[in-house]
């Protein structure tokens, strides 16, 4: 982490010294005083609900070595902290961030997409500390905070940095790029997300694509060759290129695809001019084309393939990522994390082909920031639902319930297609409905709060 003096984040932020001397020192950061550590530098982030010049006198009682804060009134009149005042604390924060990034020599991974950033994320920092000392993203701390917080984690030992990095509109990407500085830059995919704010797929894909313009001539660019926007964005780039695809020519290539009872695939990576054997136990084919982006990235890296097969078999994926649980002899697919329509086809796929001795629920919740396609999106959703192998659809919500309405229209029974009001009231369905050996698939937005269901259900009594 960050270990440094008061005159250095001067220096970084160009603010003014309050009190305190110049050569105190600080190690570490936080914007939260409740789990701010001594001899922390704390920052008094403002937002709409909060603001942390609230929480001065905290920490001052825990220690902290210093204090950045644009709103000196109320101060405490003795201070034992050095005080920096600045005019925007977040825009501090993440000056340091670019100031300290400047310092360090680790290999800094970029990693974007409309879907399995995260996972790309988890599975690039198993692959590349099976070699290198490594700093990932802590959870999905992806964006204009969290990314500035993971950067001030680097010390000089680190050797690699794997950063996520999200967005919602245009210009945060480059923003966040500009904190990092990738050597590596990897976009998962590009799909309808974030509509409300970006209106069409192109300014979705100019958006994603920030990341590949930030990159050096000496940076690496890992493309999607099945994505088509992907590919394109790549085409004008004087970076070095490394294409991943399964069914396009490309420089990584999955080959030889077979899917695993438990619902993992094993496959050939074909890369380059040589070949090795994947077993990936993920649930769900997409995650064969993270494993892709992941190998690519750690060959950009120096990583040998054996140590690559071994990254993947160690990693851990984060919850609510088609997490499977054992529930009453009954699979409960837990993929509520996120969704948009390219996601959530992909989930109903999987769902579909997954081999189960019962019936198969596909349990969904809204998508969200879709904008003028939020109709459309959840009805073609229910057309596909109608001509998959889904024995029951339940939906939550209102927009999720056009989903149950289009299958019934498209021929789904009515009491097969259920659009009901309430996380309680899907939960008391599902425990009177379901039976040992059906699979269940729960998915939505993040606002659509599925994994509740799942609560609901399990922790229910009579179970």
Same mark, same amino acid.
């Given at each position: 982490?960050?270990?440094?003096?008061?005159?250095?984040?001067?220096?970084?932020? *160009?603010?003014? %010294?309050? =009190?305190?001397?110049?050569?105190?020192?600080?190690?570490?950061?936080?914007?939260? =005083?409740?789990?701010?550590?001594?001899?922390?530098?704390?920052?008094?982030?403002?937002?709409?609900?909060?603001?942390?010049?609230?929480?001065?006198?905290? @920490?001052?009682?825990?220690?902290?070595?210093?204090?950045?804060?644009?709103?000196?009134?109320?101060?405490?009149?003795? %201070?034992?902290?050095?005080?920096?005042?600045?005019?925007?604390?977040?825009?501090?924060?993440?000056?340091?961030?670019?100031?300290?990034?400047?310092?360090?020599?680790?290999?800094?991974? #970029?990693?974007?997409?409309?879907?399995?950033?995260?996972?790309?994320?988890?599975?690039?920092?198993?692959?590349?500390?099976?070699?290198?000392?490594?700093?990932?993203?802590? #959870?999905?701390?992806?964006?204009?905070?969290?990314?500035?917080?993971?950067?001030?984690?680097?010390?000089?030992?680190?050797?690699?940095?794997?950063?996520?990095?999200?967005?919602?509109?245009?210009?945060?990407?480059?923003?966040? @790029?500009?904190?990092?500085?990738?050597?590596?830059?990897?976009?998962?995919?590009?799909?309808?997300?974030?509509?409300? $704010?970006?209106?069409?797929?192109?300014?979705?894909?100019?958006?994603?694509?920030?990341?590949?313009?930030?990159?050096?001539?000496?940076?690496?660019?890992?493309?999607?060759?099945?994505?088509?926007?992907?590919?394109?964005?790549?085409?004008? /780039?004087?970076?070095?290129?490394?294409? !991943?695809?399964?069914?396009?020519?490309?420089?990584?290539?999955?080959?030889?695809?077979?899917?695993?009872?438990?619902?993992?695939?094993?496959?050939?990576?074909?890369? !380059?001019?040589?070949?090795?054997?994947?077993?990936?136990?993920?649930?769900?084919?997409?995650?064969?084309?993270?494993?892709?982006?992941?190998?690519?990235?750690?060959?950009? /890296?120096?990583?040998?393939?054996?140590?690559?097969?071994?990254?993947? /078999?160690?990693?851990? +994926?984060?919850?609510?990522?088609?997490?499977?649980?054992? *529930?009453?002899?009954?699979?409960?697919?837990?993929?509520?994390?996120?969704?948009?329509?390219? =996601?959530?086809?992909?989930? +109903?796929?999987?769902?579909? $082909?997954?081999?189960?001795?019962?019936?198969?629920?596909?349990?969904?919740?809204?998508?969200?920031?879709?904008?003028?396609?939020?109709?459309?999106?959840?009805?073609?959703?229910?057309?596909?639902?109608?001509? $998959?192998?889904?024995?029951?659809?339940?939906?939550?919500?209102?927009?999720?319930?056009?989903? @149950?309405?289009?299958?019934?229209?498209?021929?789904?029974?009515?009491?097969?297609?259920? @659009?009901?009001?309430?996380?309680?009231?899907?939960?008391?369905?599902?425990?009177?409905?379901?039976?040992?050996?059906?699979?269940? /698939?729960?998915?939505?937005?993040?606002?659509?709060?599925?994994?509740?269901?799942?609560?609901? %259900?399990?922790?229910?009594?009579?179970?």
């Amino acid at each position: 982490m960050i270990e440094s003096t008061a005159q250095e984040c001067l220096k970084a932020l *160009h603010g003014d %010294l309050l =009190s305190g001397q110049g050569n105190r020192t600080f190690h570490g950061v936080s914007i939260d =005083s409740r789990t701010l550590r001594e001899g922390q530098l704390f920052f008094c982030i403002q937002g709409p609900h909060f603001d942390g010049h609230r929480f001065i006198s905290q @920490a001052i009682e825990k220690n902290a070595a210093g204090i950045i804060l644009s709103n000196k009134e109320n101060l405490p009149a003795s %201070l034992k902290p050095f005080v920096i005042r600045v005019d925007d604390t977040l825009s501090a924060l993440q000056d340091l961030a670019r100031y300290h990034r400047s310092r360090m020599p680790a290999r800094v991974v #970029g990693v974007t997409g409309t879907n399995g950033k995260s996972t790309t994320k988890e599975m690039i920092a198993s692959i590349a500390e099976t070699t290198y000392k490594t700093l990932k993203t802590r #959870g999905n701390l992806n964006n204009h905070i969290g990314l500035p917080l993971n950067v001030l984690e680097l010390d000089a030992s680190h050797e690699v940095a794997v950063l996520e990095m999200g967005m919602s509109a245009a210009g945060e990407i480059k923003q966040l @790029a500009d904190i990092a500085k990738p050597d590596i830059g990897v976009i998962t995919n590009i799909s309808e997300g974030h509509l409300v $704010q970006l209106k069409t797929l192109k300014n979705v894909q100019a958006a994603k694509g920030e990341l590949f313009e930030a990159l050096t001539n000496d940076g690496t660019a890992i493309v999607n060759a099945d994505d088509p926007l992907v590919l394109e964005l790549s085409r004008s /780039l004087r970076t070095r290129k490394i294409s !991943f695809a399964i069914n396009h020519p490309a420089d990584v290539k999955a080959e030889n695809i077979k899917a695993r009872s438990n619902g993992g695939h094993d496959f050939t990576v074909s890369l !380059f001019d040589q070949s090795f054997p994947v077993a990936l136990p993920f649930l769900g084919f997409c995650n064969i084309y993270n494993a892709l982006a992941a190998v690519a990235t750690g060959y950009s /890296l120096g990583i040998p393939t054996t140590a690559m097969t071994q990254g993947l /078999l160690n990693c851990k +994926l984060l919850s609510q990522r088609y997490e499977i649980l054992q *529930h009453n002899s009954m699979t409960l697919i837990n993929d509520a994390y996120n969704a948009n329509p390219q =996601s959530m086809k992909e989930a +109903l796929t999987t769902l579909s $082909q997954y081999k189960s001795s019962g019936r198969r629920f596909l349990v969904i919740g809204d998508m969200l920031e879709l904008g003028d396609l939020s109709q459309s999106a959840h009805k073609d959703l229910g057309h596909e639902v109608a001509r $998959q192998s889904i024995d029951v659809l339940v939906t939550v919500g209102e927009l999720a319930a056009l989903a @149950a309405e289009e299958a019934r229209s498209e021929g789904m029974a009515t009491d097969c297609a259920l @659009a009901l009001g309430s996380h309680e009231e899907a939960s008391a369905y599902l425990k009177e409905t379901t039976r040992p050996g059906d699979c269940l /698939l729960f998915k939505g937005s993040r606002g659509a709060g599925m994994e509740k269901v799942i609560q609901k %259900l399990v922790n229910s009594e009579g179970n």
